[in-house]
């Protein structure tokens, strides 16, 4: 999936999901969540489930603390990365079954 897409679906969740009242287009890459577009602490617990599920990653609690859920970019970022060692791990996985 390519990191715009990941962009554009983030977008969608927060206007569609969490009913922003900013436009999917309106909402910039560096736009602080909480002080630019007023997502509250629920909307940025609401927002990691909703990224989770979508994904099929894992989101701790301690991700939305650490400030991977502050702005689009960041979010985005995050979403890669976790989508990239997911993948390392399924590849680490598929080597152990092949040489056991």
């Given at each position: 999936?390519?990191?715009q897409d990941?962009?554009?679906?983030?977008?969608?969740?927060?206007v569609e999901d969490l009913f922003l009242a900013a436009s999917a287009d309106e909402i910039a890459d560096?736009?602080?969540?909480?002080?630019?577009?007023?997502?509250?602490?629920?909307g940025f617990v609401e927002l990691a489930t909703i990224v989770g599920e979508v994904f099929e990653i894992k989101?701790?609690?301690v991700h939305v603390g650490q400030g991977h859920f502050r702005t689009l970019r960041r979010?985005?970022?995050?979403?890669?990365?976790?989508?990239?060692e997911k993948s390392s791990a399924v590849e680490i996985d598929e080597l152990a079954v092949k040489s056991a």
């Open positions: 999936m390519e990191k990941i962009s554009a679906r983030i977008r969608r969740m927060l560096e736009a602080d969540f909480g002080s630019d577009l007023g997502l509250d602490s629920v989101v701790a609690d979010v985005t970022d995050f979403v890669i990365t976790q989508l990239q």
